[in-house]
């Protein structure tokens, strides 16, 4: 609850501490800038003014920037608010605690346990190609392990061999003495041009996962992927999709494995609907690829390929990663089947713009991929 | 600090043929009245550059500009030892009967220092403004190299000590947004976001830098860039390309925006030919928009 006060130095200090629910990082150095950019006479001239002192004081971010105007008249408007009599905050409070209703853990629970629901058994048995038999493992620990150690070997591959490497640069390195006195051995024990070698630098993983109705027979595995994956290598980020797309590398992160699937389940709507990979990669191009996308990112689909959206749209995002990526590793869980063919719309949008395509569907198929040259 | 007030930022800026907005003006004052970095992010080519380069004309000092880019090191960006005339000069002295420590002083001499951006902006008389432009595309160790020196304003050099800045630069950083700058650079700056123009700050760009364009024109030019801009497209046109068009058509004495030179000319606005091609595609489209009467064809 905000306080009334008049005095500008108390009046910046909520000001910052209501920003800071909103997630601005402000400390005690933002708030003395600001304030001493206030002790300008010409800046307290008009209340325009003195709204852009504070934005391009307390602003970091292009979405701060855009958030600011409105989260400034709210905070005015609560100000105005605090004036008035405490009995109708406590009236607010109690609004604040009707009862919300309860997140669908039994569901996600269900799925995860191997209750099947007949939806997903018929779905399996209207596919194309049925993944019957191989979806049968139960979850119990051994599982687990078995994917922490799978995941962890293949974690090994694609990060920590590259980064024990040295590798010859035209940039500055370390002093590589066995290439500098080949290079000089003319100019008679003199070394004149040296020879620099460097690291190879730490990779980072982004995993998309599709968790739409058609890939419902494998998110259980999916997500324990996801979840070994993050336990195991702390520079990767987590996406799910399905008509949307989420951010929950936050949410994984939790101590065990039901922790996790709790959180996810609050956060994701729509949990096994529909399929829109373009508008989903889009949203990733968006809003996240400059932040995670750069030449040492390997990116890792999670998907079937099978979707409703426009094609054109998976294609353009498809590239637009790509070529801003080290590396786009789309695993398919229905590639298990020997018939299999990359026909379906989304997929072969998206083929021109895979580097490797593996199949993943179950604990035993992660060994396919600690054998692949990844 | 070099401004009187916030005004005398806006009317010192448009003297030097930059428009500029409030945000921009009160970014730029408050940066140089708290001694702080600017950092700017946007598209390409809204002018974040630009706004370095006219900053040093105005305060009449010195722009000393590194370019970032991926592999920049430490060498690159602050100094180097001269190695092959320290080698030169240890075979000239070999001979002398100096001591080592001696030897060791005349090779780790200041004539044998490379100074490099960010030696250099620190060791002048009057404080330059120092351009680190599209920093995203440097290596995160730079960054927080960059953290170092912004906060004490000194290098250290193991060989002969640290090096106080003689006086503090104006740093402008630039950002085209490829990679997020970590949080920790972000604070210790201020934060200014440049967005494509409105149409009335495009159209007055346009009548200082091509003066000589027909009013009608420019007009038309901006609505149609501003259209454009809505479209979905892998590179989206900035004021650079909007200038370039302009100086074109009026090179060419035009006075109306008509089909066929567009379609001619489109190569100048957008770069990439998938993106040609989706323009060409809803030209009629654009030209209603952009409420241009197009004549009949004869």
Redesign the interface.
């Known amino acids: 609850m905000i306080h009334r006060s008049l005095n500008i130095p108390d009046l910046i200090v909520t000001f910052c501490r209501y920003l800071r629910q909103h997630d601005y990082?402000l400390?005690a150095?933002?708030e003395r800038?600001a304030l001493?950019?206030l002790a300008?006479k010409?800046?307290l001239r008009s209340e325009?003014?003195f709204a852009?002192?504070l934005?391009?004081?307390l602003?970091?971010?292009?979405r701060?920037?855009t958030q600011f105007n409105l989260l400034y008249d709210q905070f005015w408007k609560e100000m105005d608010r605090a004036t008035d009599s405490k009995i109708k905050d406590r009236e607010e409070e109690k609004q604040e605690q009707a009862p919300r209703r309860p997140p669908p853990i039994q569901e996600i629970k269900d799925w995860l346990y191997n209750n099947e629901s007949n939806d997903t058994y018929e779905l399996a048995q209207e596919s194309a190609i049925s993944a019957k038999g191989t979806n049968k493992v139960h979850p119990d620990e051994t599982e687990l392990k078995e994917v922490f150690y799978l995941v962890n070997q293949v974690i090994q591959k694609i990060a920590n061999r590259r980064s024990r490497r040295y590798e010859y640069?035209n940039?500055?390195?370390t002093i590589d003495i066995r290439k500098s006195i080949r290079k000089n051995l003319l100019s008679n024990d003199?070394i004149?041009n040296?020879s620099r070698k460097v690291k190879k630098?730490n990779i980072k993983v982004v995993l998309l996962c599709d968790v739409s109705k058609s890939m419902d027979l494998y998110s259980r595995f999916f997500i324990q992927f996801m979840y070994a994956f993050k336990k195991l290598m702390h520079q990767s980020e987590l996406f799910v999709f399905s008509t949307r797309l989420y951010h929950i590398t936050e949410e994984i992160s939790a101590d065990t494995l039901s922790k996790s699937l709790e959180q996810i389940t609050k956060k994701v709507d729509d949990w096994a609907s529909g399929t829109r990979i373009g508008e989903s990669l889009d949203h990733f191009v968006k809003d996240y690829s400059?932040?995670y996308?750069?030449?040492k990112t390997v990116i890792f689909m999670l998907s079937d390929g099978w979707d409703t959206g426009d094609p054109e749209l998976i294609s353009?995002s498809m590239a637009?990663i790509h070529k801003?990526a080290m590396k786009v590793i789309w695993l398919n869980p229905l590639m298990q089947n020997p018939e299999w063919k990359p026909e379906v719309l989304g997929m072969s949008a998206a083929m021109p713009y895979i580097d490797l395509l593996l199949p993943l569907h179950n604990v035993d198929s992660i060994r396919g991929l600690v054998r692949a040259k990844l | 600090m070099y401004w009187k007030n916030l005004s005398d930022v806006s009317t010192q800026l448009e003297a030097k043929n930059y428009i500029s907005t409030d945000a921009i003006n009160m970014s730029v004052y408050l940066s140089a009245k708290l001694g702080k970095p600017l950092l700017i992010e946007g598209p390409p080519g809204v002018g974040k550059t630009e706004i370095a380069k006219v900053l040093a004309e105005i305060y009449d000092t010195e722009l000393i500009r590194l370019q970032c880019y991926e592999g920049l090191s430490v060498e690159h960006a602050i100094y180097e030892w001269d190695y092959h005339r320290q080698l030169l000069a240890l075979k000239l002295i070999e001979a002398d009967s100096l001591s080592l420590t001696e030897k060791e002083g005349l090779i780790f001499d200041d004539k044998y220092l490379l100074r490099r951006p960010l030696l250099q902006s620190i060791s002048q008389e009057k404080s330059p403004v120092l351009l680190l432009d599209e920093l995203d595309r440097a290596d995160e160790e730079f960054e927080s190299f960059l953290l170092e020196l912004l906060s004490d304003w000194q290098i250290s050099i193991p060989e002969i000590g640290s090096i106080k800045a003689k006086t503090k630069p104006y740093v402008i950083i630039t950002s085209n947004r490829t990679r997020e700058l970590s949080e920790a650079l972000r604070r210790r700056c201020m934060y200014l976001w440049l967005d494509y123009p409105t149409m009335e700050k495009e159209r007055e760009i346009i009548k200082r830098k091509v003066p000589e364009i027909n009013e009608a024109l420019s007009h038309e030019i901006c609505a149609f860039m501003q259209e454009l801009r809505q479209m979905r497209l892998n590179k989206v046109p900035s004021i650079a390309e909007t200038l370039d068009w302009a100086f074109a058509l009026s090179g060419m004495h035009i006075e109306h925006l008509e089909r066929s030179m567009v379609e001619d000319t489109l190569g100048i606005v957008l770069k990439d030919w998938k993106d040609i091609r989706t323009a060409q595609d809803s030209l009629s489209e654009l030209f209603e928009r952009v409420g241009v009467i197009q004549k009949l064809p004869a």
């Open positions: 990082q400390g150095t933002e800038d001493l950019s300008d010409d800046i325009e003014r852009l002192c934005k391009s004081q602003c970091k971010s292009r701060q920037i640069t940039k500055r390195g003199e004149i040296l630098k400059h932040r996308l750069s030449s353009e637009s801003r």
